[in-house]
């Protein structure tokens, strides 16, 4: 094996037949090479550990499984460089280039990498732990499945960058440039992306849970079905982003820019979404249970069969937003703009309205049980056919111009027992199959009202067991594991009153949803007022009961998290 150790650069003349001297597998360990012109050269397999590289030509060069652990390669050129599967834990490559090197499942861990050129180098399946990249540049950089855990990549350039399937938790990625880069499935929990530019990035599916995101822009990024519970957002900009699907759990999203987002089918409980701007998003059927949207700006929001329970909208601006069919029980809108907004078949049942103004808004067929409307301005505000007013309410709202219409008394008679020679009401009949069909409709909704609270409860349970796995790593001491077991044996109780919740609520609506299909007319009008809001209040104590079995799950993770 040929041995190159403390060589100066004078005294190595690189003819042809010096660069023999290089034979792939070559021992030249601690060997002084900085500056020579070795393109091209041929250093398969070579030991070059702790050699001194600095300035070093190895444009071309092949390395495959060479061995350049704690090497100096300061400033090299190692462009088009083949070094798959190479050592080059510890080694110093700043400011270095290797545009278009060959990197994949090399092991880089701990290197620096600080300022150097990576553009459209392939690193897949490169382990680079604890490594150094800050200001590096690594646009269009290969890095699929690559491991990244506890890397440094502040102000990085990873435009374009192929980072799907990456591990980068606990990443330092402040004020890196990723426009557009892919990053479908990466994890990136606990990991650092204040200031980050990820407009237009391909984010589905990833995990950011824990993640701060302070200040990172995400305008126009595709977040669908990813996981960003618990994560730092605060005057983020996430306008006409993709995150439906999402899940935003315990998110701080204080004076975020949400203008446009499309968040239809995403979790958003417990969020913080004070003075947020969501003009214009659309939150099909969003969870948004216990957020608080004090202040935010929600004009012209589409929020159909949303799911919005307990969440507090003082002070916000909701003119011309659609609630179709949503549920909004217990929740807060003193001092609100409501002007213009649209409650129709709305499940408002304990809602504050102090103070707020629905000049303008339609109430039609909202179950109005037990809200508050004190010193609210209801021009022209329609409250038509609502469950849960009495007709002290309805003459009251109409002395403050409201358009006031009680539910129709015709629901209430037996179409199917009417005397003889009375002519058919077909007109009330109809009537009433429509009601019934109405009716049917927002029981099945409220139905998955409860399934989504108990989707959420399972969902907290579940990460819940992932946090205990995860800290049992990491902890010994008698007096923690201990708390461990006693949260452990919390959360395999909670899983199986989960499972039993479930059975019992598909019994309960197969029950009811049969019990609509087979009433007589007059059967159906009399359940229509008597039954119905009592069993739209039973459903809403089985989601209340569910929102404290999360917040009881929510606090053992909290209290995991502490220990």
Same mark, same amino acid.
Request: include cysteine; glycine fraction near 6%; charged fraction near 20%.
């Given at each position: 094996m040929n041995e190159i150790q403390n060589v100066p650069v004078e005294n190595i003349l690189l003819t042809s037949l010096e660069r023999r001297r $290089?034979?792939?597998?070559?021992?030249y360990i601690g060997a002084d090479l900085r500056h020579l012109d070795l393109q091209e050269i041929d250093l398969r397999g070579a030991v070059l550990i702790h050699a001194q590289l600095q300035g070093v030509n190895l444009q071309g060069a092949q390395l495959q499984g060479a061995n350049?652990?704690?090497a100096n390669l300061t400033g090299a050129n190692l462009n088009g460089a083949l070094l798959e599967r190479a050592d080059l834990s510890g080694t110093i490559l700043q400011q270095a280039t290797l545009y278009a090197a060959q990197l994949n499942n090399a092991v880089l861990r701990g290197v620096n990498f600080r300022q150097a050129i990576l553009t459209k180098a392939n690193l897949r399946g490169s382990d680079l732990h604890h490594a150094d990249l800050c200001n590096a540049s690594l646009c269009d950089a290969k890095l699929r499945q690559v491991n990244l855990v506890n890397a440094l990549l502040q102000n990085a350039d990873l435009?374009?960058? $192929?980072? %799907?399937?990456?591990? /980068?938790s606990g990443t330092d990625l402040s004020g890196a440039d990723l426009r557009a880069a892919q990053l479908r499935g990466a994890i990136l929990r606990r990991s650092s992306l204040k200031r980050a530019n990820l407009s237009h990035a391909q984010l589905t599916g990833v995990s950011l849970r824990g993640a701060d995101l302070e200040h990172a822009i995400l305008s126009g990024a595709n977040l669908s079905h990813a996981n960003l519970s618990c994560t730092q957002l605060q005057n983020a900009d996430l306008s006409n982003a993709d995150l439906s699907g999402i899940n935003l759990s315990g998110a701080n999203l204080s004076s975020a820019n949400l203008q446009g987002a499309n968040l239809s089918g995403a979790r958003l409980i417990f969020v913080d979404l004070t003075r947020a701007n969501l003009q214009d998003a659309i939150l099909l059927r969003v969870n948004l249970s216990d957020a608080n /949207?004090?202040?935010?700006?929600? %004009?012209?929001?589409? /929020? *159909?069969?949303a799911y919005l329970v307990g969440a507090n $909208?003082? =002070?916000a601006n909701l003119s011309h937003a659609d609630w179709i069919g949503a549920n909004l029980l217990r929740a807060n809108f003193r001092f609100a703009n409501l002007e213009n907004a649209m409650f129709k078949r709305s499940y408002m049942s304990d809602v504050n309205l102090q103070h707020s103004d629905l000049s303008g808004a339609d109430l039609n067929g909202a179950d109005l049980s037990g809200i508050l409307l004190e010193e609210a301005i209801v021009?022209?505000?329609k409250f038509w056919e609502n469950l849960g007013f009495s007709d002290a309410n309805r003459t009251a709202l109409q002395d403050r111009g409201a358009s006031v219409i009680p539910c129709a008394p015709r629901f209430n008679r037996d179409l199917s027992s009417r005397p003889d020679g009375e002519q058919f009401d077909s007109e009330a009949f109809s009537e009433m199959r429509r009601r019934a069909d109405e009716i049917r409709g927002d029981l099945n909704y409220r139905f998955l009202d409860v399934e989504e609270g108990l989707g959420n409860w399972q969902e907290a349970i579940e990460l819940?067991?992932?946090?205990l796995e995860w800290e049992y790593r990491d902890r010994s001491s008698a007096s923690a594991l201990s708390q461990y077991d006693k949260i452990q044996n919390m959360a395999l109780a909670f899983? =199986? *009153?989960c499972a039993l919740f479930k059975t019992q609520l598909n019994v309960y609506r197969d029950e009811t949803l049969h019990l609509i299909d087979t009433m007589t007319n007059g059967e159906l009008g009399n359940w229509i007022t008597a039954e119905f809001p009592l069993e739209l209040d039973n459903l809403h104590e089985q989601i209340l009961k569910l929102k404290a079995y999360i917040q009881l799950t929510h606090d053992l993770w909290i209290q995991l998290n502490q220990l």
């Amino acid at each position: 094996m040929n041995e190159i150790q403390n060589v100066p650069v004078e005294n190595i003349l690189l003819t042809s037949l010096e660069r023999r001297r $290089f034979q792939p597998y070559g021992n030249y360990i601690g060997a002084d090479l900085r500056h020579l012109d070795l393109q091209e050269i041929d250093l398969r397999g070579a030991v070059l550990i702790h050699a001194q590289l600095q300035g070093v030509n190895l444009q071309g060069a092949q390395l495959q499984g060479a061995n350049l652990g704690g090497a100096n390669l300061t400033g090299a050129n190692l462009n088009g460089a083949l070094l798959e599967r190479a050592d080059l834990s510890g080694t110093i490559l700043q400011q270095a280039t290797l545009y278009a090197a060959q990197l994949n499942n090399a092991v880089l861990r701990g290197v620096n990498f600080r300022q150097a050129i990576l553009t459209k180098a392939n690193l897949r399946g490169s382990d680079l732990h604890h490594a150094d990249l800050c200001n590096a540049s690594l646009c269009d950089a290969k890095l699929r499945q690559v491991n990244l855990v506890n890397a440094l990549l502040q102000n990085a350039d990873l435009k374009g960058a $192929f980072l %799907s399937g990456a591990d /980068l938790s606990g990443t330092d990625l402040s004020g890196a440039d990723l426009r557009a880069a892919q990053l479908r499935g990466a994890i990136l929990r606990r990991s650092s992306l204040k200031r980050a530019n990820l407009s237009h990035a391909q984010l589905t599916g990833v995990s950011l849970r824990g993640a701060d995101l302070e200040h990172a822009i995400l305008s126009g990024a595709n977040l669908s079905h990813a996981n960003l519970s618990c994560t730092q957002l605060q005057n983020a900009d996430l306008s006409n982003a993709d995150l439906s699907g999402i899940n935003l759990s315990g998110a701080n999203l204080s004076s975020a820019n949400l203008q446009g987002a499309n968040l239809s089918g995403a979790r958003l409980i417990f969020v913080d979404l004070t003075r947020a701007n969501l003009q214009d998003a659309i939150l099909l059927r969003v969870n948004l249970s216990d957020a608080n /949207l004090q202040e935010a700006n929600l %004009s012209h929001t589409r /929020l *159909n069969r949303a799911y919005l329970v307990g969440a507090n $909208f003082t =002070k916000a601006n909701l003119s011309h937003a659609d609630w179709i069919g949503a549920n909004l029980l217990r929740a807060n809108f003193r001092f609100a703009n409501l002007e213009n907004a649209m409650f129709k078949r709305s499940y408002m049942s304990d809602v504050n309205l102090q103070h707020s103004d629905l000049s303008g808004a339609d109430l039609n067929g909202a179950d109005l049980s037990g809200i508050l409307l004190e010193e609210a301005i209801v021009t022209e505000t329609k409250f038509w056919e609502n469950l849960g007013f009495s007709d002290a309410n309805r003459t009251a709202l109409q002395d403050r111009g409201a358009s006031v219409i009680p539910c129709a008394p015709r629901f209430n008679r037996d179409l199917s027992s009417r005397p003889d020679g009375e002519q058919f009401d077909s007109e009330a009949f109809s009537e009433m199959r429509r009601r019934a069909d109405e009716i049917r409709g927002d029981l099945n909704y409220r139905f998955l009202d409860v399934e989504e609270g108990l989707g959420n409860w399972q969902e907290a349970i579940e990460l819940l067991e992932t946090a205990l796995e995860w800290e049992y790593r990491d902890r010994s001491s008698a007096s923690a594991l201990s708390q461990y077991d006693k949260i452990q044996n919390m959360a395999l109780a909670f899983k =199986k *009153n989960c499972a039993l919740f479930k059975t019992q609520l598909n019994v309960y609506r197969d029950e009811t949803l049969h019990l609509i299909d087979t009433m007589t007319n007059g059967e159906l009008g009399n359940w229509i007022t008597a039954e119905f809001p009592l069993e739209l209040d039973n459903l809403h104590e089985q989601i209340l009961k569910l929102k404290a079995y999360i917040q009881l799950t929510h606090d053992l993770w909290i209290q995991l998290n502490q220990l």
